[in-house]
């Protein structure tokens, strides 16, 4: 990575100039170069001109992975747009919302996606155009070959928006980071120092799109001009014949994929040596299934803790405290900074960093940053202050030795008697019962202490919970005041479309008519 490299635009343009017939993105067995890839690009930025998108606009993509969507984002970089990646997992009157706060003037939509897309016509009015993406009713190819190549340029400021992520939103509806030139591409010279991706690394691009793992990554991997190989849906066998087949350098994977993989039958004989990096994260890995993977990826493994305002990874924890027996504690840890990111823990209250190993709120600092949340000026101060700092909202800790625990949002920590409690710490002891699943832990009212944990749990399959035995196994490896006091078993766990637990949805029939606000 050269320091001219100032906007995404220009750094296509390297590419394409020094390596042109080198591959560039690969999808369901086609290959693009980056001298195709670059053309693909401007095709798609003067089709966007000639809709009449003006720097400033947006558009709007609500489609399962596809390069179409890459070339759009890049598309959007060219011209001074920017592309809104809608969550496809969201439900209709969400999806109407986040095409709606965009103002998105073009919606280009997959084929799963065609049906919804015409029923909620009349209800996103600024949606000038909508363009169908593959299958049988494709528009995209017709719609970039009616035009030529445009090399027109939008001179980017390093803080211009060209691609906008919604936060899941786990109260209210989704915010839109507005992830910018600069900080995508901070992001990539810092994740390309740690986790030593060049122009001969081959990076697997498995997570949606509408993430920073899909985007990010992709937009990484452009970066550091390595080859994309870009998978529709993160299947599971797909994602382990893709690593092997196409001897993948480079990917990142969710633990509950993970989860999947590891079940997958032969995992064992499978040849990964070309694996150099696989990170994980967005949520806890249960140690159960840490240690499958690290024997079947051993001297790769990173656990990564970002966020969408930081355009991706902030803190790492590499393949040599994975390995070492001598420092097992850290497997619960989220590592250390990344190259270019300073971490402090701060006092929520009063914004003051606290000593080290006291809890607090995580607090970021880097390049990487969002230039704000669209439209939302008051949600922008409130999560980036004056010097830069952007107030992550989770709880954690930092150790003697500079690395991170990350305990739990803030607003579901559990103060019982003057002690404050962090499900996910209890979380981590009850997944590895045998007969647990999956497990939340909540706050729920009590008389003396104000409130007790909780634990809501799902039966791993073909088990039966046994609630007293449960709470007896948490009370052998937590401090008696961390147990919870109570175990209810269920069918399954209410989540949101990107699959976080939705304990507001858990604590609320408990704190019903009571004087503290459920969020």
């Keep these: 990575m050269t320091a001219q490299l100032s906007d995404y635009t220009t750094t296509l343009a390297r590419w394409e100039a020094e390596r042109p017939q080198a591959p560039a993105i690969t999808f369901e067995g086609t290959t693009r170069t980056w001298a195709e890839l670059a053309q693909r690009v401007r095709r798609a930025a003067a089709a966007l001109r000639a809709a009449g998108v003006r720097p400033g606009d947006r558009i709007a993509v609500l489609d399962l992975n596809h390069p179409s969507c890459v070339e759009l984002t890049l598309a959007c970089a060219q ?299 008051e949600a922008t101060a409130a999560a980036i202050t004056e010097d830069g700092w952007l107030r992550s909202g989770d709880g954690g800790h930092i150790d003697a030795d500079g690395y991170i625990y990350v305990t739990d949002r803030i607003k579901d920590m559990i103060i019982s008697g003057g002690e404050n409690i962090y499900p996910a710490e209890i979380e981590r002891v009850l997944a590895e019962h045998p007969t647990v699943g999956d497990v939340a832990v909540i706050g729920v009212p009590d008389d003396r202490w104000g409130e007790v944990p909780k634990a809501v749990v799902v039966a791993a399959p073909g088990q039966t919970v046994d609630p007293e035995a449960l709470i007896a196994f948490a009370r052998e490896n937590l401090a008696g005041f961390k147990a919870p006091k109570s175990v209810d078993v269920v069918d399954e766990l209410p989540r949101n479309p990107t699959g976080k637990i939705l304990k507001k949805d858990l604590r609320k029939p408990f704190w019903e008519g009571r004087d503290r606000q459920v969020v």
């Design 79 to 377: 011209i001074g747009a920017t592309n809104a990646v809608v969550n496809f997992r969201l439900a209709p009157p969400e999806i109407v919302y986040v095409i709606n706060d965009a103002g998105a003037r073009l919606l280009f939509v997959g084929p799963e996606f065609a049906g919804a897309a015409q029923q909620l016509r009349d209800k996103i009015p600024t949606v000038e155009q909508v363009v169908h993406i593959g299958g049988d009713g494709d528009e995209y190819e017709a719609w970039l070959a009616a035009q030529e190549p445009d090399a027109e340029v939008h001179p980017a400021e390093s803080g211009d928006c060209f691609v906008q992520l919604y936060t899941s939103g786990t109260t209210g509806f989704p915010k839109g980071a507005m992830l910018t030139h600069g900080g995508m591409l901070a992001h990539a010279r810092n994740v390309m120092v740690d986790f030593e991706l060049t122009d001969e690394g081959r990076v697997q691009v498995a997570m949606p799109l509408f993430h920073v793992g899909g985007t990010s990554y992709a937009l990484l991997a452009i970066a550091a001009g390595a080859q994309i190989r870009m998978l529709r849906l993160p299947d599971p066998v797909a994602v382990v014949e893709m690593l092997e087949r196409d001897r993948i350098t480079h990917t990142f994977l969710v633990p509950a994929l993970l989860a999947a993989i590891v079940q997958v039958p032969g995992i064992a004989e499978r040849d990964f040596s070309a694996l150099q990096a696989l990170s994980y994260g967005a949520s806890p890995m249960p140690l159960p299934v840490l240690r499958a993977c690290l024997k079947l990826f051993p001297g790769v493994m990173h656990q990564v803790y970002g966020m969408t305002e930081a355009c991706g990874v902030v803190s790492s924890l590499g393949p040599e405290d994975h390995g070492d027996p001598a420092v097992a504690h850290r497997l619960v840890s989220a590592g250390t900074p990344t190259h270019g990111v300073e971490i402090e823990i701060r006092d929520p209250a009063t914004g003051e960093p606290v000593p080290t190993g006291e809890p607090g709120e995580i607090w970021v600092r880097t390049d990487q940053l969002m230039g704000g949340y669209w439209g939302k000026p």
